[in-house]
C-alpha cells in the first residue's frame, strides 16, 4: 500500500471532497427552486433507458408467474374478491347515508369547510431508491397545479408528500422514507402524534402521550394538522408499541397500507382554496 | 473512453437500483448496485482513478436520488480512494479479495453516511447496512467474476491474434 500510496497524491480526492462538499451545499441552496429537480430530471433523463428496460423485465416476471397460476387459486381468489365487493357496496352505501347527514347537520350548525382539495391524477415515471431514501417521481408539476407538500395517495391510502416541484414533473418523497414526516392519529381514540419514516418498510408513530390510547391493529390516519395533507386518510396499522416509562411516551410502530414498490397510478391531492370561517 | 464506458455502465446501475424488487431486501436492504460497480472497477486501479470514480458515482447516486448529494459525493469519493489502496496489499484476483473488500467498505461507507445523515433510529440503520453489505459483496463477486472473465478472453484473443 506504501508504494502506491507514495506515488499517487492525496491532493485529487481532497480537492474532489471539498468539490462535493460545495456542490451538495449549492444542492441544498437550490433544491427549494426549480433548479434542484433540473439536475435530477437529467440524472433521470440518462438513466431512464435502462431503468425502463428492467422495469419492464421485472414485470413481465411478475406477470409470468401469476399467468402460472393454478386454477384452483384464481376461483378461490375470484370468490373472495366477489364476496368484498359485495361487503365494500354495502359498506359504500351506508357512509354516503353518513355523508349526506354530516352534511346536512354541518349546514345547519353553520360549519364551512376550511380547506377544499383539488385532486390531480398522476403516473410514476420513475423511481429512486437507495437504503436511505425512497422517493419518485410523477409525472404532473407545476404546470399542472401541484404544489410542494401536497399529499399523494393511492386505492390504498397515503403514500407521500411532494417535496421539489418542476414544471411538468415533481418528486415525491415515500411515506417510509427517513425525511418524510406526517401529523397523524389513531382512527379509533383518536390519539394524536407524529409519524416518521424510517428508512425501512415500517413507521414510527412518535409523540404520543404515555398513556395514550393504543393498542396493535389499530389504524392510523392523518391528522390534518398543518392542513396541507387532509383529514381521515388512511395510512397503516400499528404492529407494535413501545411505551417508555422514564419518558413518559409512546412509540408505536406502523406498517403501511400502501405497497410503495409496486405503485403505479397516484393521485396528488392539492390545497387550492382557504375559506376563514 | 474509459470514463465514457464507466458512467454508462454507473447509469446502467441506476436504472436496476430503482427497480428491483423490494421482495428480495434482506434486513429492509437492496443492493447498492452502483457502488458495486464502484468497487470493481477502482480495486484493480490507482487511487486517484478510484477517488475520481467515486466522484462521477456519488454526484450519479445523489442525482437520482434527489437528497444528500454531498453526502453521497464525499463518501463515494473516500471509498473510491480507499478502494484503490487495496490491492497493492493483497492477491487482487483472489475472488475472496473483492467479496471482502466490498463488505467492509460498504460498512465504511455507509457508516460515514449515517454520520453525516444521521438516521431516526440507529438499531434499524444497522440492520439495513448489514443487509447491504451482504448484498453489495455477493453482487461483487458476481460482477467482478463476469469483468474479469471477459478481461481474460480479450487478453487470449490478444495473445492469439499475435503469435498464431
Given at each position: 500500500m506504501g508504494d502506491k500510496f507514495k506515488n499517487s497524491t492525496i491532493v485529487i480526492p481532497i480537492i474532489l471532497v471539498i468539490l462535493g462538499m460545495f456542490i451538495g451545499a449549492g444542492y441544498n441552496q437550490f433544491k427549494s427552486s426549480q433548479y434542484g429537480i433540473y439536475t435530477q430530471d437529467a440524472a433521470t433523463f440518462l438513466s431512464a433507458p435502462t431503468s425502463y428496460i428492467f422495469s419492464s423485465a421485472f414485470s413481465f416476471i411478475a406477470q409470468a408467474s401469476d399467468a402460472v397460476r393454478p386454477r384452483r387459486a384464481i376461483l378461490r381468489e375470484n370468490k373472495e374478491l366477489k364476496a368484498r365487493v359485495e361487503k365494500l357496496s354495502t359498506e359504500n352505501l351506508i357512509l354516503k347515508d353518513c355523508n349526506h347527514e354530516n352534511q346536512r347537520l354541518r349546514n345547519l350548525l353553520g360549519l364551512q369547510e376550511s380547506i377544499e382539495y383539488k385532486n390531480i391524477a398522476a403516473e410514476l415515471i420513475s423511481r429512486q431508491e437507495s437504503s436511505w431514501f425512497d422517493t419518485f417521481r410523477i409525472n404532473k408539476g407545476k404546470n399542472s397545479g401541484v404544489v410542494v407538500g401536497a399529499a399523494v395517495i393511492n386505492q390504498d391510502g397515503l403514500v407521500g408528500q411532494v417535496v421539489a416541484v418542476g414544471h411538468h414533473t415533481s418528486q415525491v418523497v415515500a411515506l417510509t422514507d427517513m425525511n418524510s414526516s406526517v401529523a397523524a392519529m389513531v382512527q379509533r381514540s383518536r390519539s394524536q402524534g407524529m409519524l416518521y419514516g424510517q428508512g425501512t418498510d415500517f413507521m414510527i408513530l412518535t409523540y404520543?402521550?404515555?398513556?395514550?390510547d393504543i393498542k396493535e391493529k389499530d389504524i392510523i390516519v392523518s391528522s390534518g394538522a398543518g392542513q396541507v395533507i387532509p383529514k381521515g386518510i388512511c395510512i397503516g396499522e400499528v404492529v407494535s408499541i413501545q411505551k417508555n416509562a422514564v419518558a413518559g411516551t409512546t412509540a408505536a410502530f406502523i406498517k403501511p397500507y400502501a405497497k410503495i414498490d409496486q405503485i403505479e397510478h397516484v393521485l396528488v391531492i392539492n390545497p387550492v382554496k382557504r375559506v376563514s370561517e | 473512453m474509459r470514463y465514457i464506458t464507466l458512467v454508462i455502465l454507473l447509469l446502467i446501475a441506476a436504472g436496476l437500483q430503482g427497480n428491483?424488487?423490494?421482495?428480495?431486501?434482506l434486513f429492509g436492504a437492496k443492493p447498492d448496485f452502483i457502488f458495486v460497480v464502484l468497487i470493481t472497477f477502482s480495486l484493480d486501479e490507482e487511487p486517484d482513478f478510484g477517488a475520481i470514480l467515486g466522484f462521477i458515482s456519488g454526484l450519479i447516486h445523489g442525482s437520482v436520488v434527489g437528497f444528500a448529494l454531498g453526502s453521497f459525493i464525499i463518501t463515494r469519493t473516500i471509498i473510491g480512494f480507499i478502494s484503490g489502496l487495496v490491492t497493492t496489499r493483497v492477491f487482487g484476483d483472489n475472488p475472496l479479495v473483492p467479496v471482502v473488500s466490498a463488505a467492509w467498505l460498504t460498512l465504511v461507507c455507509e457508516g460515514l453516511f449515517i454520520i453525516l445523515n444521521p438516521p431516526s433510529s440507529f438499531f434499524m440503520a444497522v440492520s439495513t447496512i448489514i443487509g447491504k453489505c451482504i448484498y453489495n459483496a455477493f453482487f461483487t463477486l458476481v460482477f467482478y467474476a463476469v469483468t474479469k472473465g471477459r478481461e481474460s478472453r480479450r487478453k487470449t484473443f490478444q495473445i492469439q491474434s499475435k503469435y498464431i
Open positions: 404520543l402521550p404515555k398513556d395514550a | 428491483f424488487p423490494s421482495f428480495l431486501s
